[in-house]
């Protein structure tokens, strides 16, 4: 029986899967969109979530060293604490959405389009 059981394995092992999870949500901080399997979008939603609700609550040094063991990149951290949290500060959660994206072509896998909330679309347009 699959009791108390509330995480998906996605056919890695533990530190392969939050590695994957750490390197994937760096990349939807970043870049604000990103295109992968449906699994895994499910998987990294809650874990993006929590890194953003943390920027939003605690402005201070605790939570940048928090964010800092999170995404090991200052950068990001930064954009986190400046862009992110004043974007969101309305915002009680829900703030990645998954939309699905048909299929891959080489494996018939389900795709999906994993993107934040009220992103700028004008300025990736003209960068």
Same mark, same amino acid.
């Given at each position: =029986?699959?009791?108390?059981? %509330?995480?998906?394995?996605? %056919? *890695?092992?533990?530190?392969?899967r &939050?590695?994957?999870?750490?390197? =994937?949500? =760096?990349?939807l901080? #970043?870049?604000?969109r990103?295109?992968?399997?449906?699994?895994?979008?499910?998987?990294?939603?809650?874990?993006?979530?929590?890194?953003?609700?943390?920027?939003?609550?605690?402005?201070?040094?605790?939570? *940048?060293?928090?964010?800092?063991?999170?995404?090991?990149?200052?950068?990001?951290?930064?954009?986190?604490?400046?862009? &992110?949290?004043?974007?969101?500060? %309305? *915002?009680?959660?829900?703030?990645? *959405?998954? =939309?699905?994206y048909?299929?891959? +072509?080489? #494996?018939?896998?389900?795709?999906?389009?994993?993107?934040?909330?009220?992103? #700028?679309?004008?300025?990736? +347009?003209?960068?």
């Amino acid at each position: =029986m699959r009791h108390g059981i %509330n995480q998906r394995k996605l %056919n *890695r092992t533990s530190k392969h899967r &939050l590695a994957m999870l750490h390197n =994937m949500s =760096m990349s939807l901080i #970043d870049q604000e969109r990103i295109i992968t399997t449906l699994p895994k979008a499910k998987e990294l939603r809650p874990y993006v979530e929590r890194i953003i609700t943390v920027a939003k609550t605690q402005d201070n040094l605790q939570g *940048r060293r928090i964010l800092y063991s999170k995404t090991k990149d200052t950068v990001l951290v930064k954009k986190l604490f400046t862009v &992110l949290s004043k974007r969101y500060e %309305n *915002r009680n959660g829900g703030y990645c *959405r998954i =939309m699905k994206y048909g299929f891959r +072509k080489g #494996d018939n896998a389900p795709l999906a389009v994993i993107e934040l909330v009220d992103r #700028d679309v004008i300025t990736e +347009k003209k960068g």
